[in-house]
């Protein structure tokens, strides 16, 4: 079992990125699969999710209207396409896995059983 996580990049303020968190192994259907992101001398923060019970998306509130988190069944991905991306959005971003994670769980990061290996994003001019 494992996932991966790739897309990141060097973006200027404004510009748009796309990550993306490929499984193999498993079906990312069966699993609620979450984005958390952790900047320098910061804690993990959880940024979205997409529950597998529901395919209902979920975010935080600092990248709503920004963020869009979207399930692909075919490839066994779950993308995050970020636009109007700030500097405050550099981090690391990682992607996680979970079968038994519930509503009141989903920014739980030890909620999630899988990681992926994180893909670095910088917002910069």
């Known amino acids: 079992v494992q996932l991966q996580a790739y897309g990141g990049g060097l973006v200027h303020p404004g510009g748009s990125l796309r990550l993306s968190c490929a499984a193999s192994?498993?079906?990312?259907?069966?699993?609620?699969v979450g984005w958390f992101r952790q900047a320098p001398g910061n804690e993990r923060e959880w940024i979205s999710c997409?529950?597998?019970?529901?395919?209902?998306?979920y975010y935080t509130d600092s990248v709503k209207g920004r963020f869009t988190i979207s399930r692909d069944t075919a490839k066994n991905t779950v993308s995050l396409q970020m636009n109007s991306l700030e500097p405050e959005d550099t981090a690391v971003y990682y992607c996680?896995?979970?079968?038994?994670?519930?509503?009141?769980?989903?920014?739980?990061?030890?909620?999630?059983?899988?990681w992926g290996q994180g893909t670095l994003v910088t917002v910069s001019s």
């Open positions: 997409m529950k597998h019970s529901d395919n209902r998306p």
């Open positions: 996680a896995s979970g079968s038994r994670i519930i509503t009141s769980t989903i920014r739980m990061a030890r909620a999630y059983d899988y």
């Open positions: 192994g498993f079906p990312l259907t069966r699993s609620t």
